[in-house]
Structure formats: C-alpha cells, structure tokens
C-alpha cells in the first residue's frame, strides 16, 4: 500500500514561529506533527515533553516537531491567550498551530477530522514527500517512534525507493 499524502493542517493562529507552517513549506524534512489539548492530562504528561524531547534530540536533522493545538472540548476555557501562557510555563518552544474550528459550530476541529484523530494526545509522522506514515492515539512508545524516525530519516538521506 502506497502513502497517501497528509491532509493540509487548517490553522487559525500560530505561535512560536514568524510565519504560519504547512506541509508545503516543510516538503524535503520529515514532520513529527503532535495533536495536544493543554487542558488533556495524557498530553500533558506523556505527548507534550515526548514532542519536546524530539525536538531536542533531532535537532539538528531533517526534522520539524510541529504542535497542533486541537479542541474538541471545553472549548470556552482553551483560549489562544490561555495557550500562550501554557506554552510560555512548558517552555514548548516548538511551533503550534490552532486547528481551525469546525465548519457550522461542529465541536470537531477541521485538521483533526481530516486526520481522522479519535482524540489526544495523537502522534503523526509525515515523511519529507508530504505523505502521511504514522499515526497514533494515545501514548507512542519512544523506542517505537525513535525508530519510526530514524526510517524516516534514512529514507530521506538514501532517497526513498520508487521516488
């Protein structure tokens, strides 16, 4: 079965970064894209520092760790304002787009339900072609996702079979 290519993420803001990110402009790097609420204590206690301690360790690869703000619930208390100030007290230094509300007052953001996420914390790998690879609900065990992007990463350095 063929990668398909990663649904484009649809932001409303950005913080962490002079612009806003998209695929497009990640193209030729891998992507560790981290689906969080700050209000879920998975995200908080497992998804958040596994994303940040990615980011240390690879960084100087190939490799963007972007956070994906996504709210499906107590959508009131999850603010943009309240957001800055968690990201500022986490030191998340990594970029963090907010997903986009649902489209009619759906609760479900549009990037989470292009992804398909059941929930947070949700762990996605996109290779540097665009294509989704990996996508996991819930806890990603570091070894796994270690590996997960290590293969990414060969790939990128041997030029992925049948590009």
Known sequence: ???????EWQTSVWLNTQEPLSLA???????VLHAFQMLCPGCVAHGIPQAQRVAELFRDAPLTVVGLHTVFEHHEAMGVEALRVFLQEYRIRFPVGVDASGPDGERIPRTMRAYAMPGTPTSILIDARGRLRHQVFGVHEDL???????A???ELKQGAPGD
């Open 144 to 150: 796994l996702l270690g590996a997960q992007i290590g």
């Open 25 to 31: 402009s990640l193209r030729g790097r891998v992507v």
């Open 1 to 7: 079965m063929m990668p398909a290519p990663a649904p």
């Open 152 to 154: 990414l990463l060969l």
